[in-house]
């Protein structure tokens, strides 16, 4: 019994060192507290990790994730409809929202095009895209991609995609670097870019 509640420790601290962040020593270190605080942390932990696997869903309007479908961002009420804000990926409406500077609607991409990894058009959400553009009278469409290669070849195919649209296309400016991660930079930071984004 002992010996099987050691290689259950031994799988949470390897599923743990998985997550983005944690390596073994700090997965080891993170279960190991959670274990000395089980009514403080594992057991509410457990509990919620049960409650998302159970509700969580992915928008089918703009690729959030969250317990309703549409999502809590596409419901509201309060969320200008003429802009859509473009990003990669779910963490960088996280982002975006932490910073509290923009107030339109969200399209997660799924990911950047990337030759290397074999991602093309295909594997993202860009026609659906061109569609929601078309769809939702949209009168401009802000690229918030990563300042990366990958996120400026992302940026350059949509706007290609969006050309015949009748829709300004604009870009993050200012405050994000060359190589920069959204979901690393500062809210004042991001704030900033969006504040001063320029056509694309």
């Not at 107030?103 to 074999?118: E, I, M, P, T, W």
Request: net charge negative.
């Amino acid at each position: 019994m002992a010996d099987r509640a050691g290689n259950d420790i031994e799988r949470l601290i390897d599923l743990m060192a998985k997550l983005p962040g944690l390596g073994p020593r700090s997965a080891r270190r993170a279960v190991l507290q959670m274990i000395k605080k089980r009514q403080l942390l594992l057991n509410p932990i457990q509990q919620a990790m049960a409650n998302v696997s159970a509700t969580v869903r992915e928008c089918t309007i703009c690729g959030n994730v969250g317990t309703t479908d549409p999502c809590n961002l596409c419901q509201s009420p309060d969320r200008q409809t003429g802009q859509i804000c473009v990003v990669a990926d779910v963490v960088d409406v996280w982002a975006m929202e932490r910073s509290g500077v923009f107030k339109g609607r969200y399209h997660v991409l799924g990911g950047l095009l990337s030759a290397l990894d074999n991602i093309g058009p295909e594997e993202l959400r860009i026609p659906r895209l061109v569609q929601r553009v078309a769809d939702e009278q949209i009168t401009e469409v802000i690229l918030a991609l990563n300042a990366t290669i990958d996120g400026q070849t992302t940026a350059h195919y949509i706007a290609d995609q969006l050309e015949r649209s009748d829709v300004t296309i604009s870009s993050l400016a200012q405050g994000v670097p060359i190589g920069g991660e959204l979901d690393y930079l500062d809210d004042g930071t991001i704030s900033a870019a969006m504040k001063a984004r320029k056509s694309f």
